[in-house]
Nanobody
């Protein structure tokens, strides 16, 4: 069982930066691929980024490539999402997610966090 707790959301102006963090419980954090999704009001939840369990292999949605960076620290059981050059359309609730062993776009995450709000003002 893994519990995921996000932090770092908030209000930022367009062009600004935010860093989201996700803390995971459990001693097997290093066996999970980790990632982030987001859901804007009235929209479906969408994939943002993912990272393999060893830190090798990163995946990004086209809408965030070049602006967002995902990273993990297996010693601290954390995964981060550095978000730069934020746009109003990045406004959403951001969710941390974990997959058993590897990420695949065809496989839903096994665990979810509760979400953290990111609001980008124009």
């Amino acid at each position: 069982q893994v519990q995921l707790v996000e932090s770092g959301g908030g209000l930022v102006q367009a062009g600004g930066s935010l860093r989201l963090s996700c803390a995971a419980s459990g001693r097997t954090f290093g066996t999970y691929a980790m990632g982030w999704f987001r859901q804007a009001p009235g929209e479906e939840r969408e994939f943002v980024a993912a990272l393999g369990f060893s830190g090798v292999g990163t995946y990004y949605a086209d809408s965030v490539k070049g602006r967002f960076t995902i990273s993990r620290d297996n010693a601290k059981n954390t995964v981060a999402l550095q978000m730069n050059s934020l746009k109003p359309e990045d406004t959403a609730v951001y969710y941390c997610a974990a997959w058993d062993l590897y990420y695949s776009r065809d496989r839903p995450p096994r665990y979810w966090g509760q979400g953290t709000q990111v609001t980008v003002s124009s």
